[in-house]
């Protein structure tokens, strides 16, 4: 294939999973139907199987116990490409998501942030602060504070993966 050709499919392709996170389920199997024919041109034979992204559970950083999110006050942040997508999954949880910051991507958090994100949730008498797994990491040392990430598992489309 030209490269030409791939470059314009690849964008294509971005486009379109940028707007994935966005649209309905109707929208969203339209796309995964127009995806799969867009593969099939170019190789037939490929096997094509999807996922989808899913919260297992939502665990303090400090003591790792868990916490259900459900009807909580949640003041979320993160530091990641695509927060929405973060705090949209929070509320398809049933967490009533009252307030979010994000950070650029990569932040590199100090203590005056997480003062910050600590001092806005007291504010706003947030049940919980939650943030990802990827921040957890980088936030950890910096405060001994009750901050929770959510942990994402994978849903397989096991059907078509197991040709069933």
């Not at 950083?61 to 490409?81: C, H, L, P, V, W």
């Not at 705090?87 to 967490?95: E, I, S, T």
Request: charged share 25%; hydrophobic share 40%.
């Amino acid at each position: 294939m030209p490269a030409t050709k791939l470059e314009l499919l690849v964008k294509m392709l971005r486009k379109q999973i940028k707007e994935y996170g966005k649209t309905n389920q109707v929208a969203a199997k339209k796309f995964q139907e127009m995806l799969e024919e867009t593969i099939k041109q170019y190789n037939p034979n490929a096997e094509i199987s999807f996922c989808k992204i899913k919260a297992q559970s939502t665990y303090n950083i400090q003591n790792n116990t868990e916490e259900n999110i459900a009807d909580k006050r949640i003041f979320a942040f993160s530091a990641i490409g695509q927060p929405e997508q973060f705090y949209n999954l929070l509320r398809l949880n049933k967490a009533n998501v009252i307030k979010t910051i994000s950070f650029p991507d990569h932040h590199s958090y100090q203590s005056e942030d997480i003062n910050k994100i600590l001092s806005e949730a007291n504010e706003i008498n947030a049940d919980l602060i939650i943030t990802t797994e990827k921040d957890a990491v980088k936030i950890k040392q910096l405060t001994d504070k009750a901050i929770y990430a959510l942990k994402l598992g994978i849903d397989w489309d096991a059907e078509n993966i197991l040709n069933i």
